[in-house]
Nanobody, 121 residues
Framework: QVQLVESGGGLVQPGGSLRLSCAAS????????MGWYRQAPGKQRDLVATISSGGRTNYADSVKGQFTISRDNAKNTVYLQMNSLNSEDTAVYYCNADRILMPTGWGTGYWGQGTQVTVSS
């Protein structure tokens, strides 16, 4: 069984920074793409950024130049560095792993439980 656990959310003032982490645990041999999504109140869950196992990144236009995604394959962990935060970044942030290879084969579509990020003075 695989679990994704996020950490690092919280309350931050406008202009501040936060770093989110998401660690995948279980009998993991390989993880393909990992990413972050966010869902603001009353809105759909949207892509924030993804990163392939080889380090290729993709960002939503709204966060380009503001957020940086990275990963540590040895730790099965993905990070999201968020800078210059503003109220529009307030949301629950979810970690995702699209495909995970385990001894039993490939599994798809893994999500963390979400971590709240609130930007407010």
């Amino acid at each position: 069984q695989v679990q994704l656990v996020e950490s690092g959310g919280g309350l931050v003032q406008p202009g501040g920074s936060l770093r989110l982490s998401c660690a995948a645990s279980g009998r993991i041999l390989k993880i393909n793409s990992m990413g972050w999504y966010r869902q603001a109140p009353g809105k759909q869950r949207d892509l924030v950024a993804t990163i392939s196992s080889g380090g290729r990144t993709n960002y939503a236009d709204s966060v380009k130049g503001q957020f940086t995604i990275s990963r540590d394959n040895a730790k099965n962990t993905v990070y999201l560095q968020m800078n210059s935060l503003n109220s529009e970044d307030t949301a629950v942030y979810y970690c995702n792993a699209d495909r995970i290879l385990m001894p039993t084969g490939w599994g798809t579509g893994y999500w963390g439980q979400g971590t709240q990020v609130t930007v407010s003075s």
